[in-house]
């Protein structure tokens, strides 16, 4: 069952001296209910501002079109009023700086109480019971004591743990995590990962995980979608899209991965393949396919000719936009 339906999103920044920057096109997806969607791809693809257009959080200059569709309401549409309604409610969030959405001037304890609060009608006393619950959920030792403790008392991996802790505290429907690891370091990214694995298999929580990581990826995503200059350049399966990736930049992607050897340990001989050269300038105008300059297998159309995103031959739900044929891109040996 959809919960979530994304259909030709826009996200549209004026900007005073300049043209505008179309940072998110034409982007849909549906969010199944307990399932974990990916959005990956590089540093300013859109990632980011296609989950705020969804939470009403965009910059003032920034402007939405197309359709979100949740419980059969147009989040797009909705005021700030009905959002705030939705949004750590229904809709949990966590973000890349656990300080981001900490404030650092109150306790824990008063932060993870407030929604519970204000959108349960929970007292005081049962919104601390049940904060406690929570923080030992996510394996924060002496719960108890320590929640009445300040942001700046806890550790980074501690801390994104109770951003999670908090996020969940209203069993939402959909947990929106937009990079939530990468101010981490690798063992409590680990940690993080397993923790969002257990919420979405124990609580059946639906997530919508933002990295650039295509590895975090591997490990959670039931359905993935490659972004790339604002546009989605391949949508699809976790495993359709690992086994066979149809769209040169979801193969660089993949290819940048480190190599596991024999052994499954990493091979740390192995040359750390990236994409040579850069994605283009926001605002900047692109003719035909946005990755072309960066493209081995590129064409001459693919300068002069934008693709659209169409079915993939064969691939249940997948979707891609690329001019070159599929068994083209296959023959390339990886
Ligand atoms: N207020 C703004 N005004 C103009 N352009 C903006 C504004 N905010 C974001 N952008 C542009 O929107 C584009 C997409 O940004 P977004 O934050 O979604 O990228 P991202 O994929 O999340 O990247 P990252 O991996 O670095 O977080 C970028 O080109 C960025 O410059
Ligand atoms: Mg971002």
Redesign the pocket.
């Known amino acids: 069952m959809a919960l979530l339906e994304v259909k030709d999103l826009g ?1 549209r ?3 005073r001296d300049a043209s ?2 179309d ?2 096109q034409r982007v849909s997806f549906t969010l199944e209910k307990g399932k974990t969607l990916g ?1 990956v ?10 989950v ?1 257009a969804l939470l009403g959080l ?5 402007q939405t079109s197309g359709e979100a569709l949740y419980a059969g309401r147009n989040l797009l549409t909705l005021s700030q009023r009905e959002l705030n309604q939705i949004r750590g409610d229904r809709i949990g969030m966590v973000f ?1 700086d656990p300080m981001t959405s900490l404030n650092p001037f109150l306790t824990v304890e008063r932060q993870m109480t407030e929604a519970l609060q204000m959108h349960r009608g929970v007292s005081r006393r049962d919104a601390r019971r049940q904060a406690i619950e929570a923080l030992q959920r996510v394996w924060i030792p002496d719960a108890a004591r320590r929640i009445d403790r300040y942001p700046h008392e806890f550790s980074g991996g501690m801390r994104q743990r109770v951003t999670i802790a908090t996020a969940l505290l209203t069993e939402p429907e959909i947990l929106i995590a ?2 939530p690891t990468t101010a981490l370091d690798v063992t409590v990214q680990a940690q993080i990962i397993e923790l969002l694995r257990e919420l979405n298999r124990d609580l059946g929580t639906a997530i919508i995980l ?1 990295t ?1 990581d295509m590895g975090v990826v591997a490990g959670l995503a039931d359905d993935v979608m490659v ?1 790339y ?2 546009r989605t350049v391949e949508r699809a399966s976790a495993q359709a899209l690992f086994e066979h990736p149809t769209h040169p930049y979801t193969r660089g992607l993949l290819d940048a991965l480190p190599r596991l050897d024999d052994d499954g340990m990493h091979d740390i001989d192995a040359p750390l393949r990236t994409i040579a050269g850069n994605p283009p ?3 900047e105008a692109i003719t035909g396919c946005a990755f072309a300059p960066r493209c081995a297998l590129a064409r001459e159309r693919c300068h002069g000719t934008r693709p659209e995103l169409e079915p993939i031959t064969g691939v249940t739900d997948g979707w891609r936009a690329c001019l070159r044929p599929v068994a083209e891109i296959e023959e390339v040996v990886r």
């Open positions: 996200v920044f004026t900007r505008p920057v940072a998110v959005i791809g590089e540093s300013g693809s859109g990632k980011s501002q296609t705020m965009l910059p003032g200059n920034g890349q937009d990079e933002i650039h972004m200059a604002g300038a926001p605002g």
